[in-house]
């Protein structure tokens, strides 16, 4: 495969991809398309053509990464989710809810959190939602807000008929949700990603991580703590969690969310920040004040259970299929 490794690197340095886990096979078998397409066996201008057309890009890009998601995917991170808005962010008055979603795919993923959120209690002004892609297909399916059977997994009947109209064989999101959700095409991994914007109170970004090179990885973790108010949360893919604990985040103590929150730094009085979250961290026990009298009310929070250790099995977007391509969520 040392043929192709100009392309692997191009590959790596674009979009962050490890070829050792998408599968080195994978992009030769889309190389030697392309080469087809393009009338020519040179890698080297397969990689030129690449680098220079956003449009041939994202197409190469897009029969690579087949996406694979559904809504309410991980149920118990739109549990955690909706207590953690309602009693931590609305309870701070920090209002609206910022919320960002990549990679977002197809949509459901920003759909369902947008009905999380309305289920909460927050009026649609409250809610302001960021959902990112690099595939431009994906994204005009999202905005589409048209999906089949297989986007609806479990018990998700009493959101189909709240939230849902028919539309063909399938079902469409209702206005009042999909205007909540404001898509954008970027590359998570491109330089000033989204810096120009306020930290968000509610990270979602799921399966990307345990797919990217190891410079590609530390550039994803300090991008998201920098996108992310302290003490905010951030649902990650249950196999990938260990590597933000390792970066500054503690694990959420609500089973199977996925969840961490951001460790808040000393304090600072230009750095927005949330109450702080109950995590699996265990806590010396503090005396009890003299006069009870004296203590406000605590800032109410969800209830916890206690912390399991998480799951050593892949839940990840990628599909194994049948044949030569790999299916993970893209990003």
């Not at 994202?58 to 990464?65: L, P």
């Not at 309602?86 to 919320?99: E, F, H, I, L, T």
């Not at 807000?145 to 399938?170: I, L, M």
Request: with cysteine.
């Amino acid at each position: 495969m040392k043929r192709y490794g100009e392309a692997e690197k191009f590959l790596a340095d674009t979009i962050g991809l490890d070829p050792e886990v998408m599968g080195p096979r994978v992009i030769k078998n889309e190389v030697d398309s392309l080469m087809q397409d393009l009338g020519t066996d040179d890698v080297e201008r397969c990689v030129r053509e690449l680098s220079l057309s956003e449009e041939k890009l994202g197409t190469f890009i897009e029969k690579i990464v087949v996406p694979e998601t559904w809504f309410f995917r991980d149920k118990e991170c739109f549990k955690f989710l909706k207590r953690y808005a309602r009693d931590v962010v609305s309870g701070k008055g920090s209002c609206p809810v910022r919320v960002l979603s990549a990679p977002c795919s197809t949509g459901e993923e920003p759909y369902s959190i947008a009905i999380t959120l309305c289920e909460a209690g927050f009026a649609p002004t409250d809610i302001l939602i960021d959902a990112v892609d690099i595939s431009r297909k994906a994204l005009k399916i999202a905005r589409g807000a048209e999906y089949g059977r297989a986007s609806f997994r479990g018990e998700t009947k009493y959101y189909e008929d709240r939230y849902f109209a028919p539309a063909g064989d399938g079902l469409r999101v209702n206005p009042e949700i999909a205007g909540l959700v404001h898509y954008h095409h970027a590359n998570i991994l491109g330089k000033g990603f989204f810096t120009d914007r306020e930290p968000y109170h509610i990270i979602f970004c799921k399966n990307l991580l345990i797919y990217l090179n190891p410079e590609a990885r530390r550039t994803l973790l300090a991008g998201l703590k920098g996108l992310l108010v302290d003490g905010g949360i951030l649902f990650t893919g249950h196999s990938e969690l260990a590597s933000f604990l390792q970066k500054g985040f503690e694990a959420v103590a609500h089973p199977r969310s996925f969840a961490c929150v951001k460790s808040e730094p000393a304090h600072r009085a230009d750095t927005p920040s949330l109450p702080s979250v109950p995590t699996g961290r265990k806590r010396p026990r503090q005396p009890a004040p003299a006069r009870l009298a004296e203590v406000s009310s605590p800032t109410r929070m969800p209830r916890t259970a206690r912390r399991r250790p998480p799951s050593r099995s892949m839940s990840s977007s990628l599909a194994v299929r049948p044949g030569p391509k790999q299916s993970f969520k893209a990003f």
